[in-house]
């Protein structure tokens, strides 16, 4: 348990937030450190093919231990955190033996990481967590990922008594803001499927997810002295908060669940002579999700309508889809990580993703992904942790994978 747990907080204390107002690949040079470590290390317990490339995919082979043929598998997870919250000088507090009570984070600026506001907690008493010191995130998402591909890898190699066939791991950039598979080379990973390790939860199995798009909203006003402005000063905010008001407040992330989807307004900039807003529009249905851009782009013609035209424009730009399309034809995939889950004595909880990941992305790109647990809750702030058993069970899982995968070839 140790080697896994010092190898998670290497991970960690490495600052990799990614920046979604860069146009370059890997967004933040700072990925590059943990991008080189990985490298590293992927070498170091024996993984072949171990090569990274100008934007800092990372892609390497353990080759099959079998002499039948057995379809070529893949595990991916990205190494950026988000830019939501920050992520530097992460300090990890370790807790042995939770006791289902509240977890002083930071005395100093009383931050509690409390199971009477975070349910889940309680799930994990007499484990060992992971948590933050209160002032950063702690970058679970998605290095306990990593952390676990690397540890099966690692495993396998030192235990050629399981047998397996050809895997092939990937770890990208920028997930966090929507990049990290945009220029993954499916090709050149020559996987016949593959599973990002980016859920939260033990148990957890999704092959559903979001269909997903931004949106930027740009009001322009005048701007006329106020002493003088009657008849002539156009105040952008107040007509930015029209159309905040125009979109329904019960299709908003916090009153949404399951399959609900929403409006998200994640960013605003005002001042009288422009406002802006930036949205991010989700749901699992296509019809609908289509419908709320339809949506967006009424209001803005109503608000054109009532202040003149051009007063208020909208960009609005698919991000990813629902990946449901594409793994469905090839459910066997998604049996597989369930059988593999039930034969290590975990309950799969199969649920669509309230979000998204690299292999919706990857689904459509011809690679089917779908997404297992990572472990971590509470992620992109300084409320998340992780329990190291669940990471533990997650390296089982992608282990069992690997032979089960070998076995049901077997023939």
Known sequence: MQHIIDRFI???KIDTESDPKSDTTPSTAKQWDLANKLVEELKAIGMEDVTIDEHAYIMATLPSNVDHHVPTIGFVSHFDTTPDFTGANVNPQIIENYDGKDIILNKEQNIVLSPDYFE??????????????????????????????VSAMEYLIQHPEIKHGPIRVGFTPDEEIGRGAHKFDVKKFNADWAYTMDGSQIGELEYENFNAAGAVVTVK?????????????INSMY????????????????TTEGYEGFFHLCD??????????QYIIRDHDRTLFEER?????????????????????????????????KVEPVMHIVDLAED????????????????????????????????????????????EYV?????????????????????????
């Open 10 to 12: 290497g991970y960690v």
């Open 387 to 411: 329990p190291v058993e669940s990471i533990l069970k997650a390296t089982e899982v992608i282990c069992k994978i690997a032979e089960l995968t070998a076995s049901k070839y077997d023939k």
């Open 221 to 233: 006003g005048k701007i006329v002295h106020p002493g003088y402005a009657k008849g002539k000063l």
């Open 268 to 277: 605003m900039k005002g001042e009288v002579e422009e406002t802006t807003l």
């Open 293 to 325: 851009k339809v949506t967006m782009q009424n209001l803005v013609d109503q608000l054109n309508t009532k202040f003149g035209k051009g007063t208020v424009s909208i960009e609005i730009k698919d991000q990813y889809f629902n990946m449901k399309e």
């Open 340 to 383: 593999a889950m039930k034969a290590l004595n975990i309950k799969p909880l199969i649920k669509a993703i309230r979000g998204g990941t690299d292999g919706s992305q990857l689904s459509y790109m011809g690679l089917p992904c779908p997404n297992i647990f990572a472990g971590g809750h509470n992620f992109h702030g300084r409320y």
């Open 239 to 254: 007509i930015a908060t029209e159309f905040i008001n125009g979109l329904s407040r019960n299709e908003t992330p916090e």
């Open 120 to 149: 889940d907690l309680l799930l994990y008493k007499g484990q060992t967590l992971i948590t933050t010191d209160g002032t950063t995130l702690l970058g679970a998402d998605d290095k306990a990922g990593i952390c676990e591909i």
